[in-house]
């Protein structure tokens, strides 16, 4: 048995720039939540955490762009994002802002210690200064001439023509995106976490972990063939966590710094909330508590290798990760994503034209736990008529039917089983102990398969056992089959819940199943429903998507590209 007692998963942060798209989903919230929704019906104890990632460049760039306050445009932008979450029923137990006081505390909490502990190192980097503006610009509000390819507007950091990143020494004529005046580089203090130090430590970590996604340690092993070097913790900038020391005006905490130490201070508020201020530290500093960070494969670095040496750098006992389940990229129709190019299906929109569960199924089908996969919208289409509607639906659909019309809407006696009856249950209770192993070890596609193939085993069960056919010539045979029929729409109530929450929570109302779903619907032999126990018949669970739905959306697609 495992020494843990319970579970904190953590979702990504996403970035407060812009809204959620398919590819974070994907990578980060849809298998999170799946997870997370398996261990409660499990009757486990979870917290899931998350948040809005809302310091760094991009975001007052953005703002300037619009003409209003950093702050506002993120308060605008983490409505949005936790909305739509929300909406596809991504169950987070607290979604918190970057931005908020406890988190500015909590970070400079962490600064401190690490700066108390001669964790952290002072240096100098060089930086772009205005003197008209009087202070320092980050690389991304320069531009100049490319030196690789001439391109006149290159970025500070990179040239997107050429695709060259580029050092800021090597920038010709560099000036200020902001009033277009010419900038000089200039010497500047900052603070850098030593990760150099920090290598051994990390690699005996890392090698300890034995059950982890090969692309998470291969990834954290070509960081160590590299070897790991000083990292600036701290930069010149006035949106950000303001580094809590005397004279750093104008300086605050890198993003990548602060943004992980969101999870602690998210727990934090979740624990004032329920006023027991303290609770958190079970979730962080108990080493009964098992720590997950479910991300994408662009934030394993974060996760992987800088957060965990700082917590491992912390005077109070932080936990480590137990595990990282990251996920690669999901394509959208064969191309890569791209927000820059509005080559991407956003959340708000999928909401207003589909339900959530039809793309928390498909995504589950397709994802992109060991490659990158590919979602298409002739995929989504077939997913969901021919697999939720026609297999699933179908079958909960012809069996509560059955029982309604000729057995008054109560379960049937379980009259002389037959071979075929037992089978059926065995490779119920069979598949439900396959998809735990599953799940335990983050397989969340191959959990999503197996539910479906013993659908599909049902409905073929209800085929052979021919009800329709029994009913005229041996009722009692006849009733029970459809016990047996009974006995998988009740188990499918538990199991589909953790992919499809808003489908299975309508099956279980109509159930009549007394408790709730989420923490007691997972299915077992002592849960089967009783005979006489009155059931009726949700709404119709998956209506078809038509062919012009999907074109319009094609098109969309199509057009945004344009
Ligand atoms: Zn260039």
Redesign the pocket.
């Known amino acids: 048995m495992s020494r843990f007692q319970r579970t904190l998963v953590t979702a990504a942060l996403p970035y407060a720039n812009g809204p959620i798209h398919l590819g974070h989903l994907a990578g980060v919230y849809v298998p999170a939540d799946i997870y997370v929704r398996y261990l409660r019906a499990r009757g486990q104890s979870v917290l899931f955490i998350c948040g809005s990632d809302e310091h760094g460049v991009p975001i007052t760039l953005a703002a300037e762009k619009e003409g209003i306050s950093p702050k506002e445009l993120v308060d605008r932008n983490y409505v949005g994002i936790r909305d739509s979450l929300r909406d596809l029923g991504i169950s987070f137990d607290n979604f918190s802002q970057t931005s908020r006081p406890i988190h500015t505390q909590t970070s400079q909490e962490f600064f401190l210690d690490l700066h108390a502990s001669g964790n952290l190192r002072q240096g100098t980097s060089q930086q772009f200064y205005s003197e008209s503006a009087g202070r320092f610009l980050p690389d991304r509000y320069v531009e100049g001439t ?6 006149e507007s ?1 970025r500070g950091d990179q ?1 997107e ?4 990143q ?1 050092e800021a020494e090597t920038l010709i004529k560099p000036r200020s995106v902001v009033d277009d005046s010419a900038v000089t580089l200039k010497d500047s203090t900052h603070w850098f976490l030593p990760m150099g130090d920090m290598q051994p430590w990390l690699e005996q970590w890392i090698n300890s972990k034995t059950d982890w996604r090969e692309n998470v340690t291969n990834y954290c092993r070509g960081w160590f063939r590299q070897g790991l070097g000083d990292r600036a913790v701290t930069r010149d900038l006035d949106w950000g966590v303001p580094v809590p020391l005397e004279n750093h005006e104008g300086k605050v905490l890198y993003v990548w710094f602060d943004a992980p130490i969101g999870y602690v201070s998210a727990t934090k508020e979740w624990a004032n909330d329920r006023d027991d201020p303290e609770a958190w530290r079970t979730w962080w500093q108990d080493d009964s508590t098992r720590l997950l960070h479910f991300l994408g494969k662009d934030n394993i670095v974060f996760h992987a290798l800088l957060f965990p040496a700082m917590l491992n750098a912390h005077s109070e006992s932080y936990i480590v990760p137990d595990n990282i389940p990251a996920n690669e990229f999901l394509n959208l129709e064969g191309d890569k994503l791209s927000t820059s190019r509005n080559y991407a299906v956003w959340l708000p929109d999928y909401l207003e034209s589909f339900a959530p569960d039809s793309l928390r199924y498909c995504l589950a089908r397709n994802l992109p736990e060991s490659r990158d996969t590919n979602f298409t919208w002739a995929d989504f289409q077939a997913r969901h008529n021919n697999e939720l509607a026609d297999i699933l639906g179908n079958f909960i659909n012809r069996t509560l039917t059955f029982v309604e019309k000729y057995f008054d809407g109560r379960v049937p006696e379980m009259g002389e089983l037959l071979d075929v009856d037992r089978q059926a249950l065995a490779h119920l209770d069979t598949s439900i102990g396959q998809v735990e192993r599953l799940m335990e070890s983050f397989e969340i596609r191959a959990a999503a398969e197996a539910l479906l193939l013993v659908t599909k085993e049902a409905n073929r069960y209800f085929d052979e056992v021919q009800p329709w056919a029994t009913r005229k010539s041996d009722l009692a045979r006849c009733g029970t089959s459809l016990y047996v029929c009974c006995q998988f729409v009740r188990a499918f109530a538990g199991i589909w819940a953790i992919i499809l929450p808003e489908s299975m929570e309508k099956l279980w109302d109509a159930l009549n199943i007394p408790g709730n779903l989420e923490s007691e619907g997972w299915p077992s032999k002592e849960r089967r429903l009783p005979a006489g126990h009155p059931v009726g018949k949700p709404e119709i669970l998956f209506q078809k998507i038509e062919d012009e739905t999907i074109a319009a959306q094609v098109e969309r697609l199509r057009a945004a590209t344009q």
């Open positions: 490319c030196p690789h390819c001439d391109h290159a040239c023509r050429c695709g060259t580029i």
